[in-house]
């Protein structure tokens, strides 16, 4: 790689530090050294282990389980750096936190994710990268540029084939049925949306469900998969004359045991597709779990930004 006058460097925290290994390989740069420990009182503490002076960094750090840890930890580092005069520091979050927590639906709540976006400027960000986000506003969060990536095209590719021709691709709920047409479009299959009414602050129930599908192989896509309730939600698609077994694709797999316990349970669902934006560990490696590496598309958009060059055609614009 050319590398400017400020040389391109790749750190991570304790988040995720396979995923950032693997996009400095395909970059052909060392991972930055970096320690984080945890003091005896659960106090963070962080440590630059070489020299960051006059370069551009690029930290990795999704905020999965635990949250709150790992954002402290990447605000911490975000200090640390600028304290070490970096040139510059881009946040690389693929699992951006308190994403749903992105207005007041109630009174007297917080908007958290514009808490987050305010941390993150006041110590020092330059740029903000993440993947599929809940709510594409939070852009407007920041006053600093934020890249919002996509995993749709990554993950349409992999339900590409004879196997999925008579499918269709199935939005959960009419807020993601955006999300669900850029699937549609990419693969060519027809479009269904279920339509939900949340019962409480945890639990929802399909009311009704809009298109065809009828006959058909049913690709349930999601951003997150937490708990796991839009597993329950094919009962109504099957009721609608759904046939054979369903696939879901999913970018952030949070995956709580409540999720990995109705995979178990339901021999209709085939496979959850879901990249590692955030770690996929061995106890969530459930044998109906495939996982799509979402690192090419990252190293793809660091090197961009690095050299300068376009990314507009990478990012979620509408």
Request: proline share 6%.
């Amino acid at each position: 790689m050319v590398e400017s006058y400020h040389p391109l460097r790749i750190f991570s925290g304790a988040a995720h530090p396979e995923l950032a290994r693997e996009i400095a390989e395909m970059l052909h740069v060392d991972l930055g050294r970096a320690t984080t420990r945890r003091m005896p009182d659960s106090e963070i503490h962080v440590m630059l282990d070489e020299v960051v002076r006059d370069q551009d960094i690029f930290f990795i750090q999704p905020c999965s389980e635990p949250v709150n840890d790992h954002l402290v930890e990447l605000v911490l580092y975000l200090d640390a750096f600028r304290r070490a005069s970096a040139h510059s520091v881009n946040v690389v979050i693929p699992y951006f936190p308190y994403a749903r927590q992105e207005r007041m639906a109630k009174g007297r709540e917080a908007i958290s994710a514009r808490v987050v976006a305010n941390m993150l400027e006041m110590q020092g960000a330059r740029r903000v990268i993440y993947v599929d986000i809940h709510n594409r506003a939070i852009q407007g969060f920041f006053n600093i540029p934020v890249d919002p990536l996509s995993a749709v095209p990554l993950l349409a590719n992999y339900f590409r084939g004879p196997e999925f021709e008579n499918a269709a691709i199935v939005s959960p709920d009419v807020g993601r049925a955006s999300m669900a047409g850029k699937y549609a479009e990419l693969l060519n299959l027809p479009l269904v949306v279920m339509h939900k009414r949340r019962t409480s602050f945890t639990t929802t129930e399909t009311t009704h469900v809009v298109g065809d599908i009828e006959g058909r192989r049913p690709i349930i896509i999601d951003d997150v998969m937490a708990g796991g309730s839009v597993l329950k939600q094919i009962d109504a698609l099957y009721d609608a004359g759904a046939e054979g077994k369903a696939c879901f694709a999913i970018t952030h797999p949070v995956l709580l045991p409540t999720a990995l316990k109705r995979l178990d349970e339901d021999d209709r669902i085939e496979r959850l597709v879901v990249t590692n934006t955030i770690p996929v560990p061995e106890k969530k490696r459930h044998p109906k779990v495939v996982v799509v590496s979402i690192a090419p598309l990252l190293a793809d958009i660091i090197h961009r930004i690095y050299k300068g060059e376009s990314i507009s055609s990478m990012l979620v614009l509408s």
